[in-house]
Structures are given as structure tokens and as C-alpha cells.
């Protein structure tokens, strides 16, 4: 359990963190939204951030992208300040809809961040087709948004984020408005493009299961102001699998640890 006026140390012999905040607060509009926030993310982890509605969760995405500036403390992002956002980090929304631009084709959306990167005309078809296959959605270059599932936008936004070749991923509860079967598929996707690329990973998520699932590590936060109130550590072994995974006693231990959390900050 680490408390929200936790300073971060450095531990000797671990890597620098990829992403830290450092005693971050934020105020906006005259309120405190995330007050005194320590975190270390490690390259390559896959962290997840859980807690009632409007603790704070989205604003310390924000923090983390670049898209917000603290009031006081610092984020910083390989051991640079995190002044503005960057190419190496991409962000997956949960609104893919709004994410995606409805007059472009598949190829199209995934094309837009290739073309940001520079990569010459010439050499982004063959790269469109590898992401599109990777994501599952092989022969499916000329459709538009508006003629795909949820989930298959889903795995487009994906898609489009991976064409960055994004060192990290923020994902906003990417997979919140999809149904449970497409859910775990696309979770299951997640973790192995994960582990394939390396990206370290920050995903916010409502779904304690799916916290557990995903996560090295979970972190839950407590509302008004925004703060760390729990931290566990996720001790189940890689490759997750849907069923054996979520019967082990460590899951359903954890489920319980975060389940009693979040309802002891609600009360
Ligand atoms: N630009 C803003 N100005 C003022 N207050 C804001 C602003 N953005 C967010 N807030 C407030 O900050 C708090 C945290 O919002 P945030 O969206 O980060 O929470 P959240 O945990 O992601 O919520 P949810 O789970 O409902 O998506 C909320 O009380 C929200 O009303």
C-alpha cells in the first residue's frame, strides 16, 4: 500500500523509470483534482489504474500524455520533462468513434499516423496491410469506420496507435462500450502485441477483473482530491488465459483486495 505524500525513491540496481511523476498535483478550474501523485513506471510494464467515477483516473492520463501541465511536481518521460506530447506515446480512447476519422477508409485512419511519422508514400501501403493483419483486420483496408463492428473500430484505433511505434501506450477504458466476448478477445490481443513490441503500457480501466487480467501492477486511486490509495503488485503468471488465469486463488485474492478498496471509497 503506498500512501499519496509517498516520496518516489530510486532503487538501486532497477531500471530509470520510463514514465515518473513526481509529487504532481494538478488544480483546474479552482479544484484539486489530483493532489501530491508518486508513481515510477517501468519500461515495459503494463500498469492499470482503477477507482470510482471522477477520481482522477483520465486527468492522470492526461498528465501522463503530455496534454496537461502539473501545477506543482513534475512528470517526466525518460528522464525528460513531459512538456508537450510526444510520437513515442500513442493513446487509445474508449470513444473510437470519435477517434477515428469517419471520411477516410481503414488504410486511411492507419495511413494519417504514417504519414505524421514521414514515411514516404511509396512505403505505406505494405505497412498499412502488416498492421491491419496484425490487429485482425486483414481484407478490410477499404472499409469505412461507419461500415465496422465496435470492436473492429477498436482494433482500427489500435491499429493507428501501433503505426507510431509507440515506446508507450495510455489506453482510457479502451474497451468499456464493447461487449464481453469481444472484450476479452481484444485483451487477449493487447497482451500479446504488448509483449511482442516491448511498449510499456497505462491503462485505465472500471473492470477490476480486467485490471487484474491485464496488469503487472494495479494501482487504485482515491477520489477528491486524486490520490494513490492502493498499489498490488499482479503475481500470476505470463501468458494470461481467460479461464485458468481468473480461477487462480492469487486473482480472485486481488479481486477481493480491489473490490473491498473501491467500496470502502464509495461509502
Ligand atoms: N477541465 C476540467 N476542469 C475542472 N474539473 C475537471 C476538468 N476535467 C476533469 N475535472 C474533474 O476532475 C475529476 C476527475 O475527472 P476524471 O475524468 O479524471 O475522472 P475519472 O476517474 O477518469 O472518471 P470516470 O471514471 O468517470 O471516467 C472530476 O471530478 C471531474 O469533474
Redesign the pocket.
Given at each position: 500500500m503506498a500512501s499519496a505524500a509517498k516520496r518516489l525513491e530510486t532503487v538501486p540496481g532497477t531500471p530509470a523509470p520510463q514514465i515518473r511523476f513526481d509529487e504532481v498535483t494538478l488544480q483546474?478550474?479552482g479544484?484539486t483534482?489530483i493532489e501530491n501523485l508518486s508513481l515510477g513506471v517501468q519500461p515495459g510494464e503494463f500498469l492499470c489504474i482503477v477507482?470510482?467515477?471522477?477520481?482522477?483516473?483520465?486527468?492522470?492520463l492526461r498528465l501522463a500524455a503530455g496534454l496537461y501541465q502539473p501545477t506543482s511536481g513534475k512528470v517526466n518521460f525518460d528522464g525528460q520533462p513531459m512538456r508537450e506530447p510526444r510520437r513515442e506515446i500513442a493513446i487509445v480512447f474508449q470513444d473510437y468513434g470519435k477517434a477515428l476519422l469517419p471520411w477516410r477508409t481503414a488504410a486511411g485512419n492507419v495511413s494519417l499516423a504514417l504519414e505524421a511519422g514521414g514515411m514516404p508514400s511509396a512505403e505505406r501501403p505494405a505497412r498499412i496491410e502488416e498492421l491491419l493483419r496484425t490487429v485482425g483486420l486483414p481484407g478490410h483496408a477499404g472499409k469505412y469506420p461507419s461500415e465496422m463492428s465496435g470492436g473492429m473500430q477498436q482494433r482500427l484505433q489500435i491499429a493507428r496507435c501501433l503505426a507510431q511505434e509507440p515506446k508507450t501506450l495510455l489506453m482510457d477504458?479502451p474497451f468499456g462500450a464493447l461487449d464481453a466476448m469481444t472484450r476479452q478477445g481484444l485483451q487477449d490481443e493487447v497482451l500479446t502485441l504488448v509483449a511482442a513490441s516491448g511498449a510499456t503500457v497505462i491503462f485505465?480501466t472500471?473492470d477490476l477483473d480486467e485490471a487484474i487480467y491485464l496488469g503487472d501492477r494495479v494501482i487504485g486511486?482515491l477520489p477528491?482530491p486524486?490520490r494513490i490509495g492502493i498499489e498490488l503488485s499482479v503475481n500470476l503468471p505470463r501468458p494470461r488465459e481467460q479461464l485458468s488465469t481468473r480461477e487462480q486463488p492469487e486473482f480472485l485474492r486481488l479481486r477481493r483486495q480491489l473490490f473491498d478498496f473501491i467500496k470502502a471509497t464509495e461509502q
Open positions: 483546474l478550474g479544484k483534482i477507482g470510482a467515477s471522477g477520481c482522477g483516473k483520465t486527468t492522470a477504458e485505465v472500471h486511486l477528491h486524486g
